[in-house]
């Protein structure tokens, strides 16, 4: 059962199921009567075919059905309700005009294992949409096939570790900063790496002293998230891809915060020699909930015989033109993905990219990056900003001040839910104690951020003159506050479809 709270009451109900509403011979169609000879559906399709048994659901109106699942959709957080400040998560506003063209029954409907001459027109958004990802990113070849973030570092990992066996090589280390993205120490992991962790230095960033004194031939990558969790531009890029290519291990480039990049500066020129791309983040795909995501990973040509097979190539005239799967590719890691990965994914992105453009894109990025140093600047003053002057795409606060009233991060993120907001991610990095990782994005204007930040002064307000009222949040939610172990025990009644007209 789901609880709801009754606005005008405040007690808590919850929400039958569908199938508590049934009611025998309740429906949501009125059909005319049959004018047509009836058929037996058995004699027509066989017994194997039709089903004799009742399949048991509910029978209910269609106002029933509506007014159900509209409910349920409105007790949902969502970007397009308000914002979404996930730091590192990037959860920003997917362009209405990219659902549609993911939703053309050229794509949609398409059956991934139509003949390539049936599939032209997807084959082709796939080539131009790896060479745009390519080009934003610096790279020089692309696979679309990774299905997540996660898969992507997964497969650059695996590229990294086939192209040192691939010339007699068995390196058993990949170093990883302290303030790298939090999937990064399992990719290498699954890799059969061990992690050798890195700590930052004082002001946030990697420092090539300190890189220097890990970095061996035993080393076979490092992975850097740059901008890091901290919202810091790693400022040594070059020169700590330098030592890592002396000693013969290669980069990999976390593309998780890309967002703060685009037509600023390009991983692949900064010596990144693979990199994923969140699809779900930077070019605004459908992000959360546990749906589909889309992770391509890009890589410089030193690698691209690794790549997952197939990948797409374009046919030169003497072959017919147009797009074919290419699977030859002896040295390949393998196939990552059934068939084409999640195809409503690219196709977003591939509109995304194409309607911005490259100055779009590069105006995304300074927007981003200009809102979060704007929140910073504001609340600064007020909470403890660890890290700073400036950040780029996402800025980092901690409860540190609000210690002496005996408030915490958790606290504030609760009552946040009572001003209507989702709230950041709370505990990470995990090195800086007490953190709250706000990321804005570029959708937000700048009456929106106010209003978000006048709710976290006033939370502040209330942690140092009454600091139950925070220790005890979230007060206007269908459900209250757990105590970390069980529910909390209130008064919960059978929802009463009365109850409506008072809402």
Sequence with gaps: MTARRNATRGTAYEEGLLFERSRPGRV??????????????ESVLGSRAVRDDD????????????????????????????????????????????EKIARLPGFAASHPLLPESEL???????????QALAEVSGMDR??????????????????????????????????IPDTAHGTNPASAALNGYEVVAIPSGPDGI?????????????????????????????????????????????????????????GEARPGDLGIDVMHFNLHKTFSTPHGGGGPGAGPVGVKNILAPHLPAPVVRKRDESEGGGFTL??????????????????????????????????????????AVLNANYLLARLRSVFHAPYGPTVMHECILSDRHLEPAGVTT?????????????????????????????????????????????ALLEIEREAREDPESVKT?????????LDETRAARRPVLRWDPASDADD
């Excluded at 032209?120 to 790896?130: D, H, M, N, P, V």
């Excluded at 850097?224 to 290669?250: C, K, M, S």
């Excluded at 949040?473 to 506050?481: D, E, Q, V």
Aim: glycine share 10%; with cysteine; aromatic share 8%.
């Design 473 to 481: 949040a979230p007060h206007a939610t269908r459900l209250g506050r």
């Design 326 to 367: 290419d699977h030859e590719f002896p040295h390949s890691i393998g196939r990552l993905h059934g068939f084409f990965g999640n195809v409503g994914m690219l196709v977003r992105a591939y509109a995304y990219l194409r309607s911005l453009g490259r100055d779009g894109l590069h105006h995304c990025s300074r927007m």
């Design 55 to 98: 399949l048991g659901l509910p029978e209910v109106s269609e106002v029933d059905v509506v007014r159900h699942f509209t409910r349920l959709s409105t007790w949902n957080a969502a970007v397009d309700l308000g914002l979404y400040p996930l730091g590192s998560c990037t959860m920003k506003y997917n362009p209405k005009l990219n």
């Design 28 to 41: 949501g169609a009125a059909l005319p009567p049959l004018d047509v000879p009836d058929v037996d559906a």
């Design 142 to 175: 692309v696979t679309l096939q990774p299905a997540a973030g996660a898969q992507g570092e997964l497969a650059g990992i695996m590229m990294i570790r086939a192209y040192h066996e691939a010339r007699g090589e068995r390196r058993r280390q990949v170093l």
């Design 120 to 130: 032209q027109g997807f084959l082709e958004l796939c080539w131009r949409l790896e």
């Design 206 to 262: 990697l420092h090539p002293e300190d890189l220097e004194k890990r970095m061996t031939p035993e080393v076979a990558a490092l992975m850097l998230t740059n901008p890091n969790t901290l919202g810091l531009f790693e400022t040594h890029v070059a020169r700590l891809a330098e030592i890592v290519h002396d000693q013969g291990g290669l980069v990999y480039g976390d593309g998780a915060n890309l967002n703060a990049l685009m």
């Design 410 to 454: 958790l606290d504030l993120a609760k009552r946040l839910i009572d001003h209507g907001y989702h709230p950041p991610t709370i505990y990470f990095p995990l090195v800086v104690p007490g953190a709250i990782m706000i990321e804005p994005t570029e959708s937000e204007s700048l009456e929106g951020l106010d209003r978000f930040v006048d």
